[in-house]
């Protein structure tokens, strides 16, 4: 009789965890289902109302991922009350609700918001980064991928990278060269899944596409960004490459001071092959462009930077490019900055002598 003690109590308890999910879910379909024909702010108080309702499945923990699973995929629930089960999958946090998330992201007759949520609560469960990084970078190369799930899937990216730069090389030129406002949160995200790789697939997807964006443009200044938080990778067999990449970036961004000031991070990991570029910049037409310059030269301790820094600390008061502009930073912060690099730079050089 003992031997069968263990069985029967843990049935009791998963039928128990199961009928706990039942209520809440049956509950959640009510919600759902009072949304027909109201208006936005109505469905909003709706779904507030259907969130609360993670606080009675929360306690469950992984005992919840199944009858959630089957929730999710029931073809006899309404696609909100599925979203809802989705949602509550991922709140869980719990391992045991990956292979459920992974299955309903790939399932291309889902509902896309729910898919996107599927996405969302992959990349926020406890479970190995590779295993989420996997699935979002499967996910994204399906083709005609709804954009609301591809979103969601660059976002899950962004923090964890991809490996297989190509794949995510191809959705940052899904919209051509030139990609619109609404395209270009998109490209974003997806410039940042390459920021955040450590492959050198991904290093060499950035470059190539900042080759390929138009100079000035906020596609390539996103590129170049994303670029720069690569730099220390840029080395090696990369190393011609990539300095060739930034030279030109440099001579056709001049007009764009936010681009130069993520070059100027970039060109520092090259070492002494940067300096020249730092050097031209003392005579850039933006201040915070001279100013991070100076503090690069500063840290390079590139003495023979010092006449031209010297000259345009001088004439600072009078340089229209120190002058208060809306949008940019404080000019006396700006020239603050330039002067504490030419001081470092004046004790490296008495330190030299």
Not at 5 to 25: N, W, Y
Not at 61 to 69: D, H, K, Y
Not at 158 to 174: Q, S, W
Not at 306 to 328: I, W
């Amino acid at each position: 009789m003992k031997i069968f003690t263990l069985p029967i109590i843990f049935i009791a308890v998963a039928a128990a965890q199961d009928v706990e999910v039942a209520r809440v879910m049956a509950r959640v379909d009510a919600l759902a289902a009072q949304e027909v024909g109201k208006d936005a702010r109505d469905v909003a108080a709706l779904d507030r109302r259907a969130r609360a309702e993670f606080k009675e499945i929360a306690p469950l923990g992984w005992r919840a991922a199944a009858p959630l699973g089957a929730a999710a995929f029931d073809p006899a629930r309404s696609a909100k009350a599925k979203l809802f089960a989705v949602l509550f999958l991922g709140k869980l946090h719990d391992p045991a609700a990956a292979p459920l998330l992974s299955r309903f992201l790939f399932d291309i007759a889902q509902d896309p918001d729910a898919r996107a949520a599927a996405a969302s609560g992959l990349a926020a469960l406890d479970i190995p980064p590779a295993a989420a990084r996997r699935d979002l970078c499967a996910v994204i190369a399906q083709p005609d991928l709804p954009r609301i799930v591809l979103d969601e899937a660059l976002i899950g990216l962004a923090r964890l990278g991809c490996p297989d730069g190509n794949v995510v090389e191809k959705v940052a030129r899904m919209s051509g060269s030139r990609p619109g406002n609404r395209d270009l949160p998109t490209v974003r995200r997806a410039l940042t899944a390459l920021s955040s790789s450590r492959s050198e697939s991904s290093a060499k997807a950035l470059l190539r596409l900042i080759a390929w964006f138009p100079a000035e443009t906020s596609a390539r200044t996103a590129a170049i960004s994303a670029l720069a938080v690569r730099r220390n990778d840029l080395t090696g067999a990369l190393a011609s490459e990539s300095l060739d990449i930034v030279r030109e970036a440099f001579r056709t961004e001049r007009g764009r001071p936010e681009s130069i000031l993520s070059l100027i991070e970039t060109v520092e990991a090259f070492g002494s092959e940067g300096d020249e570029l730092l050097l031209a910049l003392s005579a850039h037409p933006d201040a915070e462009v001279i100013a991070r310059a100076a503090e690069a030269l500063a840290r390079r301790k590139i003495i023979r930077a010092l006449p031209a820094l010297e000259a345009v600390a001088v004439g600072a008061l009078q340089d229209p490019r120190f002058s208060p502009k809306e949008g940019r930073p404080d000019p006396a912060v700006l020239l603050a900055r330039l002067e504490g690099a030419i001081k470092s730079l004046r004790l490296t050089r008495a330190a030299a002598r």
